[in-house]
């Protein structure tokens, strides 16, 4: 069973920074791609940052320039460096996991979600 795990979020001031961290646990081989995504109140979830196995990320406009995308694929884990933050950002962000293979109980290959994290960002 994979489960993914988000740690990191939090309140913090506009302009100020935060660093969320994804875990996947569970009998993993291999992971295709990680990512961010959020929810706004009122607002549908929407992609933050994605990074593939094979090396390209992709961001949301509104956060190129301020957020960075990590990956750690020997600890299976992601994250997310936050910086410049403003109120808009104020969401609760879920960690993705696409094309996970993993063997317990049985071979197979699925996507994931974590709980999610809230991020408030107020002065």
């Known amino acids: 069973q994979v489960q993914l795990v988000e740690s990191g979020g939090g309140l913090v001031r506009p302009g100020g920074s935060l660093r969320l961290s994804c875990t996947a646990f569970g009998s993993i081989v291999s992971i295709n791609a990680m990512g961010w995504y959020r929810r706004a109140p009122g607002k549908e979830r929407e992609l933050v940052a994605l990074?593939?196995?094979?090396?390209?990320?992709t961001y949301a406009d509104s956060v190129k320039g301020r957020f960075t995308i990590l990956r750690d694929d020997a600890q299976n884990m992601v994250f997310l460096q936050m910086n410049s933050l403003k109120p808009e950002d104020t969401a609760v962000y879920y960690c993705h996991g696409v094309g996970i293979m993993s063997t317990i109980p049985e071979r197979r290959i699925a996507d994931y979600w974590g709980r999610g994290t809230q991020v408030t960002v107020s002065s």
């Open positions: 990074d593939t196995s094979g090396g390209s990320t």
